[in-house]
């Protein structure tokens, strides 16, 4: 059977659509095969060797900071540590290629970025130690609060990155994230937002293998987390996380980028948890140790160390300076954290409300009196 036309038809049929073109050139976006090197490459010539000497100590000072906020978990002293051993090149280069004005979306393993970027490494371990509040003002130091919910840091941070750029102020804003992270709603909303914005924000996805028991290959099917850079319309750049100087260089880019009003970069840096997950995890479980060993002998603070030594940049009385130094920083931290918090359970209604409401304030006022009460009785015994 054959459709007959009908008188005048020809009038009604579609005209065809206009040529398609993508609404962006894929190819520019797209990240290099290998993660980028600098440690061991001609790369390293472009790299200041001050900048090489400064990674190296806070890399050590990194490495020391988490075995010793773990040994307090051991001691009771801290109630959970995620520890960053292993990724210190990726925590270090995060907080350094920062400026002061620029803000840093953390996640809970980055307590150690949060140090570098000059936080009090007591304050950074508060809300880890089971206190409430964050311990620290994020204003004060451009850190926002170390992010337990996965992903949620990334909206945060380009909404505040939008808003600055529409008040008109210089400051970009860095978020971490973790592997597991990539597969949260939260990390497509941001991703998405920030590239139609052009929002000046640097995505720095810590590929550590694992989300928790989790490996990577039951996480994804893209061929690399920077991979998904492309559908979002940004560049995505894939690096040796284990390589400070590369870490630092990829990052430096990103942030000028997002300075230059060119918009969101997205980093994935390869990186290993040589620890479990937390303290309160058993690795062996889900991981082999050969996996562990051969990550073990791509260390990045040995990296760092063999090839500032090879260059003749820091020779053994140096090397013993910045031990000494992370050796210093430990015991304070111990000594400090040793000492119990005077607490107030009066502050139990502090900061929740602007306006208090009637039930809190009954509540507060029943509390009060009875600490008093409890206040009194001490001091009648004490009189005895
Ligand atoms: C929204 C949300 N879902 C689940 C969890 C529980 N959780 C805590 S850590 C974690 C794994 C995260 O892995 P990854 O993002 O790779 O970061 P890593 O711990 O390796 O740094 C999960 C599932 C959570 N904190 N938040």
């Known amino acids: 059977m054959t459709v007959q036309e009908l008188p005048g038809a020809a009038a009604y049929r ?3 659509p206009p040529a398609w073109k993508p609404i962006t050139d894929p190819a520019p976006l797209l990240p290099d095969p290998e993660p980028y090197r600098v440690l061991g490459t001609d790369a390293i010539a472009d790299v200041e060797p001050e900048l090489l000497i400064r990674l190296h100590a806070e890399l050590v000072r990194g490495r020391r900071y988490n075995t010793q906020a773990t040994a307090l978990t051991k001691q009771g002293r801290l109630a959970v540590y995620p520890s960053s051993t292993g990724q210190e090149a990726c925590e270090i280069a995060a907080a350094l290629v920062l400026e002061e004005r620029d803000w840093l979306f953390p996640s809970y393993r980055d307590t150690l970025a949060a140090v570098a970027r000059g936080l009090d490494p007591v304050e950074a371990l508060t809300l880890l130690r089971g206190d409430r509040h964050t311990g620290y003002d994020p204003r004060e130091h451009r850190i926002a609060p170390l992010c337990t919910p996965l992903a949620t840091q990334l909206p945060h941070a380009v909404g505040l990155a939008h808003a600055a750029r529409l008040k008109g ?53 893209a061929p690399s987390l920077a991979h998904k850079a492309v559908g979002y319309g940004m560049p995505g750049r894939l690096v040796d996380g284990n390589d400070a100087a590369a870490v630092h260089q990829v990052l430096a880019q990103a942030v000028a980028r997002a300075r230059r009003g060119e918009g969101p970069t997205l980093v994935e840096a390869v ?23 051969a990550w073990r002998a791509h260390d990045p603070v040995q990296l760092l160390e063999r090839e500032l030594t090879g260059r003749g940049l820091l020779d053994d009385a140096a090397l013993e300076e910045v031990r000494e130094a992370a050796e210093r920083m430990a015991a304070a931290l111990r000594d400090r954290m040793n000492a119990d918090p005077v607490l107030n359970p009066m502050d139990l209604f502090s900061h929740v409300y602007a306006e208090q409401t009637e039930q809190l304030r009954e509540q507060a006022d029943r509390l009060r009196a009875e600490l008093e009460a409890e206040q009194d009785h001490h001091d009648q015994e004490g009189g005895r």
């Open 14 to 16: 579609p005209t065809p």
């Open 169 to 221: 102020d210089d400051v970009v804003a860095l978020a971490m994230v973790g592997d597991g992270g990539t597969s949260e709603g939260d990390f497509h909303e941001a991703l998405n937002f920030a590239a139609v914005w052009k929002a000046p924000v640097v995505f720095l996805v810590q590929n550590n293998g694992f989300a928790i028991s989790v490996p990577l290959a039951k996480q994804t099917a």
């Open 271 to 293: 990186t290993y948890r040589m620890d479990a997950h937390t303290n309160a995890d058993d690795a062996t479980r889900y991981r082999v140790d050969s996996e562990v060993e």
